[in-house]
């Protein structure tokens, strides 16, 4: 099995060698010829937050996080990002430019490292519709009352519920 080691020195080689090279090639944020400091540390922490995002997605595919967590994680940095990215808006109509969703950022980003789009999608589960609540106060079947709050059957003269003492409407 001597190949087995072979390549896999050369993939640790490869990595180390890209990790060093990877800051001299990598596509920096485009340049922004402001003062202002603020703006200066939000569009690094943008940067930052969809680096993070775009990890997060990378930890996701090679399975070292489960679907939920990924979710979980990946729809706080995307808060994050709105959040900031409203900041940076608010900062100048000049930086109108900068209004470019995440979602299109993103895709962005995989294609300059070419990483493709991960094959598979998190479906954010939608919750269920509320039960509508009943309109009725009373349950009428066949006659019979219902306590609406604890379903107990009702006798017909009672106006509270015998079991939990909640008012019954007359029928
Ligand atoms: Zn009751």
Redesign the pocket.
Known sequence: MLWVAIAVAVLIAVAALAAVLWPLFRPGPAPVLVEDDRLTALLQRKDATMVAIKDLEFDYRVGKLDSEDFEKYDQRLRRQAMSIMTQIDQLGPENAQLDVTIEQEIVQRRKVNGVAPAAATVKVASRPAPAPKQAAPVAAQGGQRY??????P?DATHKF??????A?APA
């Open positions: 306590c609406t709050n604890c379903g107990v009702a519920c015998a079991n939990c003492g909640a019954i």
